[in-house]
T-cell receptor
Framework: DSGVTQTPKHLITATGQRVTLRCSPR?????VYWYQQSLDQGLQFLIQ???????AKGNILERFSAQQFPDLHSELNLSSLELGDSALYFC????????????????FGPGTRLLVL | LAKTTQPISMDSYEGQEVNITCSHN???????ITWYQQFPSQGPRFIIQ???TKVTNEVASLFIPADRKSSTLSLPRVSLSDTAVYYC????????????FGSGTKLNVKP
């Protein structure tokens, strides 16, 4: 158990709909990362938040957005869903990316499996 | 962008030592090399990180030559439970938008 929790575990929805995925980082971790993993594209970095502020963006679609709240939990919002958005969505957290310049160890949650029909 | 190249898959037998090599020709001065392990339907798990030469922990060893253009993850005496995907990542903590997991190496350990 990494200490990172994600809800829901599974989500089934229809095309065009909007969903929200939730992530609670490990206690004390300030950075949250979101990843998408689909069968044909491996693990793709979407976005990083640090202490409530967006820190880095990866291959995140405009239909997707995220935020990190004052209690440090994060939500990933996916809208106008398409069949191709079906994937495993992982959240990870780390203590403080700024400390050493090295890559902070990221602790991954169990993921949310999204199926768009 | 310091992309990485790894073999798509590898086979091994229980009790053998496994070496997985990763190429990162465009590695930058500030970049570190990190390896993660992922089991099916689970999130990746940190294995080891290094900057140069050799790093060893209770799970694996990481060998990095002087030019740092490649690295080798060494798993001693693998067991069936080591069957997983292994990712090599290169980057630094300040430029996370360059983070690239790649497709990883699927290690299949046979009895």
């Amino acid at each position: 158990d990494s200490g990172v929790t994600q809800t829901p575990k599974h989500l089934i929805t229809a095309t065009g709909q909007r969903v929200t995925l939730r992530c609670s980082p490990r206690s004390g971790d300030l950075s949250v990362y979101w990843y998408q993993q689909s069968l044909d594209q491996g693990l793709q970095f979407l976005i990083q938040y640090y202490n409530g502020e967006e820190r880095a963006k990866g291959n995140i679609l405009e239909r997707f957005s995220a935020q990190q709240f004052p209690d440090l939990h994060s939500e990933l919002n996916l809208s106008s869903l398409e069949l191709g958005d079906s994937a495993l969505y992982f959240c990870a957290s780390s203590v403080d990316y700024r400390r050493t310049g090295s890559l902070e160890t990221q602790y991954f949650g169990p993921g949310t499996r999204l199926l768009v029909l | 962008l310091a992309k990485t190249t790894q073999p798509i898959s590898m086979d091994s037998y229980e009790g053998q030592e496994v070496n997985i090599t990763c190429s990162h020709n465009n590695i930058a001065t500030n970049d570190y090399i990190t390896w993660y392990q992922q089991f099916p339907s689970q999130g990746p798990r940190f294995i080891i990180q290094g900057y140069k030469t050799k790093v060893t922990n209770e799970v694996a060893s990481l060998f990095i030559p002087a030019d740092r253009k490649s690295s080798t993850l060494s798993l001693p005496r693998v067991s069936l439970s080591d069957t997983a995907v292994y990712y090599c990542l290169v980057g630094d903590g300040y430029n996370f938008n360059k983070f690239y997991f790649g497709s990883g190496t699927k290690l299949n350990v046979k009895p």
